[in-house]
């Protein structure tokens, strides 16, 4: 299991030992709290198993922009891209790219260790600037889990043509809704991150990759940080 969800996973099996009922308490408590923890549980899994594989996830913004995820294992690569920026992560370089007033800079740092999961800081950076990541929706999912008060409904869809279970959570730290596909990739989101509203639905997923997304972007400023011996 990568490293840097575990955390989730094991918080999200928790849920059943701080909700369940002792007593005289109603079993219908007991089996809502098991029901949650199955729920993320399961979710957790599946995007857990996604961060091994190798595909690329095209995203709708609200705004009419566009975001993408893509990685892969063979060499171990990952690149998270949205209208303002791009983060990618490679064996030789962590680069980070912003564009403003038309211009897109890009800087290359050395590598970083991803512990056989490159996506793991390509989320970690992401996150920083208040995007939505599969490991942002797990805390979520878990938050309202262990919230007694909260309720969580679960629907199946299809979101891209790939089958999803989609949840709609309302609960007093803030409502949202999200959908995971069968193969653990993020299919949509709306809710509120960072103090800000987002709202994303996945339109495209493969398996197979573009190698020239982990690129800068053509015609970018590239300031080169490494150091070489």
Same mark, same amino acid.
């Given at each position: 299991?990568?490293?840097?969800?575990? =955390?989730? &996973?094991?918080? /999200?099996?928790?849920?059943?030992?701080?909700?369940?009922?002792?007593?005289?308490? @109603?079993?219908?408590?007991?089996?809502? /709290?098991?029901?949650?923890?199955?729920?993320?549980?399961?979710?957790?899994?599946?995007?857990?198993?996604?961060?091994?594989?190798?595909?690329?996830?095209?995203?709708?913004?609200?705004?009419?922009?566009?975001?993408?995820?893509?990685?892969? &294992?063979?060499?171990?690569?990952?690149?998270?891209?949205?209208?303002?920026?791009?983060?990618?992560?490679?064996?030789?370089?962590?680069?980070?790219?912003?564009?403003?007033?038309?211009?897109?800079?890009?800087?290359?740092? =050395?590598?970083?260790?991803? /512990?056989?999961?490159?996506? $793991? =800081?390509?989320?970690?950076? @992401? @996150?920083?600037?208040?995007?939505?990541?599969? =490991?942002?929706?797990?805390?979520?999912?878990?938050?309202?889990?262990?919230?007694?008060?909260?309720?969580?409904?679960?629907?199946?869809?299809? $979101?891209?043509?790939?089958?999803?279970?989609?949840?709609?959570?309302?609960?007093?730290?803030?409502?949202?809704?999200?959908? $995971?596909?069968?193969?653990?990739?993020?299919?949509?989101?709306?809710?509120?991150?960072?103090?800000? /509203?987002?709202?994303?639905?996945?339109?495209?997923?493969?398996?197979?990759?573009?190698?020239?997304?982990?690129?800068?972007?053509?015609? @970018?400023?590239?300031?080169?940080?490494?150091?070489?011996?």
């Amino acid at each position: 299991m990568p490293a840097a969800l575990r =955390p989730f &996973r094991m918080l /999200a099996a928790t849920v059943v030992a701080s909700l369940t009922v002792t007593g005289c308490q @109603a079993m219908d408590d007991a089996a809502t /709290a098991l029901d949650r923890s199955d729920l993320v549980n399961d979710l957790a899994a599946r995007m857990d198993e996604a961060l091994v594989g190798t595909w690329t996830a095209e995203y709708q913004l609200a705004d009419g922009g566009t975001a993408s995820i893509a990685q892969a &294992r063979k060499p171990l690569r990952a690149t998270y891209t949205w209208p303002a920026g791009k983060i990618t992560v490679t064996q030789d370089a962590l680069t980070r790219c912003e564009t403003a007033a038309g211009r897109t800079a890009c800087t290359v740092l =050395p590598p970083v260790a991803t /512990a056989g999961t490159p996506s $793991v =800081p390509v989320y970690a950076e @992401a @996150a920083e600037r208040g995007l939505v990541t599969p =490991p942002g929706v797990i805390r979520l999912l878990t938050d309202a889990a262990l919230d007694s008060d909260a309720t969580i409904t679960q629907s199946d869809t299809t $979101v891209a043509g790939r089958p999803a279970t989609c949840v709609d959570v309302r609960h007093t730290a803030g409502d949202f809704s999200a959908c $995971v596909t069968n193969e653990g990739v993020l299919g949509s989101f709306a809710g509120t991150l960072a103090g800000r /509203a987002t709202e994303l639905t996945l339109s495209r997923w493969t398996e197979t990759i573009d190698p020239a997304v982990f690129e800068p972007p053509a015609g @970018a400023d590239v300031t080169d940080r490494r150091t070489t011996s």
